[in-house]
């Protein structure tokens, strides 16, 4: 007959209740190693037990069978028993402390002491087990078994919350990864987008200018013959008119070529305080300028641009333009020029007047978005494009204090 297996014992089939009982879930580890403690004071009968890991050179009391308060129970583990059995990855127990020939040092309170590795399943000595007891005692091999048995399951739960951590962390990191290379692709799919588009409007607006010019050119000649033979002051305003409308529809048909023509930059180093002051002694003769003062503030050191003189100056002429026909005669607009980080600089043209309407400022850089009764809505357009064709951005805000025109460039390396 075949032999049955021995009945465990009574202190086995708690030791087992106790291990089942444990409920480990991801997240939960503090729960879980305080339970643990517990368990093994409960069931040795010792008066406290803790869970210690090791990190580096130091030790953490990460559960406890009594209540410790808040806060970091954090230890140094050079000459403590925990430091002793981290580094041998050997049993300790302390029968009586009075006849300890290493004189180490326990909690006064307590006279036995027994301690346990925790080792993972590659053999790496994480913490420890440890268990104080106020009477001195003799641990059996049961009580040094089920402190054992405590140590591994213990250990494997550390050392399976760290291998989720750094999971954690991982899943992070690719996250970030996947989320930065899906951002480049939208950003690398947009710019194709807009390259094609622009591209078809290109090819259509120099056809329609093409269309459009020849004629237009025809009419104009028409008028001017008609100014030199008709006399009558009526007949000569309206020819002037025409002849104004005529000026105006060439002045969009440059325009609209200009923003459909690819930006192809002749780019140099460009001091930038330089670049402004000459600028700014085009613009102080502009019409525009007439009455009305331009300050300009310098709060940093020479820097240079790489960029294109003549789009650069196209640009920033349009931008001064635009502010000075929006204030009265007597009043001034601002620019003020200063580091926005170490890689960029910013210039800044402030004017004051009515603020620009919330719902149209974010289509001021689109084309035909004009709040000028005779404006053709591309010279921010225009702006915009050779701005961003540097590497550069283009900002705008108003306010009830007027409105501000932030241009931001790349620092020359």
């Given at each position: 007959m075949d032999q049955q297996a021995p009945e465990p014992s009574e202190r086995e089939r708690r030791?087992?209740?106790?291990?089942?009982?444990?409920?480990?879930?991801?997240?939960?580890?503090?729960?879980?190693?305080?339970?643990?403690a517990r368990g093994v004071s409960?069931?040795?009968?010792?008066?406290?037990?803790?869970?210690?890991?090791?990190?580096?050179?130091?030790?953490?009391?990460?559960?406890?069978?009594?209540?410790?308060?808040?806060?970091?129970?954090?230890?140094?583990?050079h000459g403590t028993l925990v430091g002793e059995i981290?580094?041998?990855?050997?049993?300790?127990?302390?029968?009586?402390?009075?006849?300890?020939?290493?004189?180490s040092q326990l909690p006064e309170?307590?006279?036995?002491?027994?301690?346990?590795?925790?080792?993972?399943?590659?053999n790496e000595v994480i913490g420890t087990i440890c268990s104080f007891v106020r009477q001195s005692r003799q641990f059996t091999d049961d009580e040094i078994r089920t402190v054992e048995l405590f140590a591994e399951r213990a250990a494997t739960a550390i050392d399976n919350y760290r291998l989720y951590q750094q999971q954690q962390q991982f899943n992070k990191v690719l996250e970030q990864e996947v989320a930065a290379r899906t951002e480049e692709l939208q950003v690398a799919q947009a710019q194709l987008i807009?390259?094609?588009?622009?591209?078809?409007?290109?090819?259509?607006?120099?056809?329609?200018?093409h269309e459009v010019?020849?004629?237009?050119?025809?009419?104009?000649?028409?008028?001017?013959?008609?100014?030199?033979?008709?006399?009558?002051g009526v007949d000569q305003e309206r020819l002037a008119l025409s002849l104004s409308e005529s000026h105006r529809l060439k002045h969009l048909l440059n325009e609209i070529l200009l923003y459909a023509k690819p930006q192809v930059l002749q780019l140099s180093r460009l001091n930038l305080s330089r670049f402004l002051d000459e600028l700014l002694i085009q613009i102080r003769e502009m019409p525009e300028a007439i009455e009305r003062q331009i300050e300009?503030?310098?709060?940093?050191?020479?820097?240079?641009?790489?960029?294109?003189?003549?789009?650069l100056r196209q640009a920033f002429i349009n931008l001064f333009r635009n502010a000075l026909e929006a204030i009265a005669p007597g009043e001034t607009v601002n620019c003020n020029v200063c580091c926005a980080n170490s890689n960029q600089v910013w210039i800044q043209i402030h004017n004051g007047g009515d603020p620009i309407s919330p719902e149209i400022l974010p289509k001021l850089t689109e084309p035909f978005c004009s709040?000028?009764?005779?404006?053709?809505?591309?010279?921010?357009?225009?702006?915009?494009?050779i701005i961003v064709a540097h590497n550069g951005d283009l900002t705008i805000a108003s306010t009830n204090e007027g409105t501000s025109v932030s241009v931001q460039l790349p620092i020359a390396v």
């Open positions: 030791v087992l209740e106790c291990l089942a009982a444990l409920s480990y879930r991801t997240g939960e580890l503090g729960h879980y190693l305080d339970e643990i409960r069931l040795i009968k010792s008066d406290w037990s803790i869970v210690t890991v090791r990190h580096g050179n130091d030790g953490q009391v990460v559960a406890s069978s009594l209540d410790l308060g808040e806060g970091d129970h954090g230890f140094s583990m981290t580094q041998t990855g050997r049993l300790l127990i302390i029968e009586d402390i009075r006849n300890d020939v290493r004189q309170e307590y006279s036995g002491y027994i301690g346990v590795p925790l080792r993972t399943a590659q807009e390259r094609e588009r622009l591209a078809a409007i290109g090819q259509f607006a120099a056809m329609i200018v010019r020849n004629p237009l050119t025809t009419i104009d000649l028409g008028l001017k013959h008609a100014q030199k033979i008709l006399a009558s300009l503030k310098h709060s940093l050191p020479e820097v240079e641009v790489l960029g294109d003189v003549n789009k709040t000028k009764p005779s404006g053709t809505g591309l010279g921010l357009a225009i702006v915009k494009r």
